[in-house]
């Protein structure tokens, strides 16, 4: 199947910082990417749905000012968590959407946790 | 919401077929269904989809019943990796968009036990 690579893997920051998190599709080009949010013992929740060229649709509840979504070309999107608190310690995951096929492909996540 | 509805928790021997049933009762006939799995720690996996025919791949079969009303998802010789988290989501086959987001359950907990 096609490959979704996310980056990084697991991170720490202090309290106010800013973090990106990088989401490619290696070997297919993704017109349409989204990202989840995860907490412990609960399901993923969709964040956002963010397409090529164009400004990214948040769902309700998530403020598009904290969590800046850019996805520049065909296979790059990034997550910034600017201002990080405590409570967006999280697991972040991003999909990519293979087109041939239909199939939604999944990075293998990024923990983040806040200090 | 999701569309679906699973058991909370499965277990199964090792060597033995894993068979995960799933509820779509409104599914809509332009929906398809997927199969996803969540390991411990990672991203979900794809595992298999399909609209009204049974589908069959390298990882698993996927059985459809004829009104499409619920499938079963049939691992044949589970193994201590398939331990997971297994998700049954139903999707419009026109995914362009937001239309293309999975709307995740809360899944079925399958233990592979030796």
């Known amino acids: 199947g096609a490959v979704v690579s996310q980056h990084p893997s697991w991170v720490i920051c202090k309290s106010g910082t800013s973090v990106k998190i990088e989401c490619r599709s290696l070997?297919?080009?993704?017109?349409?990417m989204f990202w989840y949010r995860q907490f412990p013992k609960q399901s993923l929740m969709l964040m956002a749905t963010?397409?090529?060229?164009?400004?990214?649709?948040?769902e309700q509840g998530v403020e598009k000012d904290k969590f800046l979504i850019n996805h520049a070309s065909l296979t790059l999107s990034t997550l910034t968590v600017t201002s990080a608190h405590p409570e967006d310690s999280s697991f972040y995951i991003c999909?990519?959407?293979?087109?041939?096929?239909?199939?939604?492909?999944f990075g293998a996540g990024t923990r983040l946790s806040v200090l | 919401d999701a569309k679906t509805t699973q058991p909370t928790s499965m277990d199964c021997a090792e060597g033995r077929a894993a068979n995960l049933p799933c509820n779509h009762s409104?599914?809509?006939?332009?929906?398809?269904v997927y199969w996803y799995r969540q390991i411990h720690s990672q991203g979900p996996q794809y595992i298999i989809h399909?609209?009204?025919n049974n589908e069959t791949n390298e990882m698993a079969s996927l059985i459809i019943t004829e009104d499409r009303k619920s499938s079963t998802l049939i691992l044949p010789h589970a193994t201590l990796r398939d331990t997971a988290v297994y998700y049954c989501?139903?999707?419009?086959?026109?995914?362009?968009?937001?239309?293309?987001?999975?709307?995740f359950g809360k899944g079925t907990k399958l233990s592979v036990k030796p």
């Open positions: 070997d297919f080009q993704a017109t349409t």
């Open positions: 409104t599914i809509s006939g332009n929906e398809y």
């Open positions: 399909g609209l009204k």
């Open positions: 963010s397409n090529e060229g164009s400004k990214a649709t948040y």
């Open positions: 999909s990519a959407i293979w087109v041939r096929g239909g199939i939604q492909y």
């Open positions: 989501i139903v999707r419009p086959g026109n995914y362009g968009g937001s239309q293309g987001n999975l709307i």
